[in-house]
């Protein structure tokens, strides 16, 4: 029998690549409590992009990976651009998607969009996601894109060794726990006040800081 090497770029090329035969099953997610459904049901994905210079001359929010926190997906220094700054076509989002970084997804990035930023453009490594409401609420998506378990399981279905990331085929297949939306509710609102806690306390330590750097300075005086 004859064999023949192949490198992985070459079979992505091809479209033989397939990830999920290079996953475990026990690598899947499971539930007792509640039903796994796969995303690309409970979920559209939105592909629209538009070149910015299309964007008009007022400028619009633009959204990279390096605008989104870790974990918690807090937005980092989003600002309204012009055309002048970001030139490369662009993925268009509206309020209520989940921008899901695809670049490095253990990273974890994954940003709820809400007021300001209720539209604009957004770099092409995030996979847009729009959540059917009525099976998913964004915010309990978010949470649990960025979750040990799925973070665990996209990690395995990345490819590429020195930018690894996950395609958006990929992250539709897998399968998450869907409860009903009442006990999502209630996850939502205990959320939305750990993340206003959260807040309150970085701003806290923020200008403790600030205050040991004005006691420092005064011995420069």
């Known amino acids: 029998m004859k064999a023949k090497a ?3 770029s070459e079979l992505i090329e091809l479209g033989k690549w397939r990830a999920d035969l290079h996953v475990h099953e026990d690598a899947e997610i499971k539930s007792e409590n509640f039903e796994l459904v796969r995303l690309s049901e409970i979920v559209i994905e939105s592909k629209t992009a538009r070149n910015p210079s299309e964007s008009g001359q007022d ?5 990279g990976l390096e605008h989104v926190e870790s974990i918690t997906g807090d937005s980092q220094g989003i600002s309204i651009v012009t055309s002048e700054h970001i030139r490369s076509r662009s993925k268009v989002f509206t309020q209520g998607d989940i921008l899901y970084g695809r670049l490095r997804p253990y990273l974890r990035k994954a940003l709820y969009v809400e007021p300001p930023y209720t539209n604009g453009l957004c770099s092409t490594e995030f996979i847009v996601l729009k959540a059917k ?7 309990f998506l978010r949470e649990i894109l ?15 060794a020195a930018l690894p990331r996950v395609s958006s085929k990929d992250l539709l297949n897998i399968c998450i726990p869907v409860p009903p939306l009442k006990y999502q509710e209630e996850c939502v609102a205990k959320i939305e006040r750990f993340r206003k806690q959260r807040r309150e306390l970085l701003l806290k330590a923020n200008a403790l800081t600030e205050e040991g750097q004005k006691l420092v300075s005064e011995v420069f005086d």
């Open 6 to 8: 192949v490198s992985i």
């Open 59 to 63: 400028g619009f929010y633009y959204i």
């Open 146 to 160: 960025v979750s040990d378990a799925v973070t665990e399981l996209v990690s395995r279905l990345q490819a590429g």
């Open 133 to 139: 409401t009525q099976f998913i609420l964004p915010l």
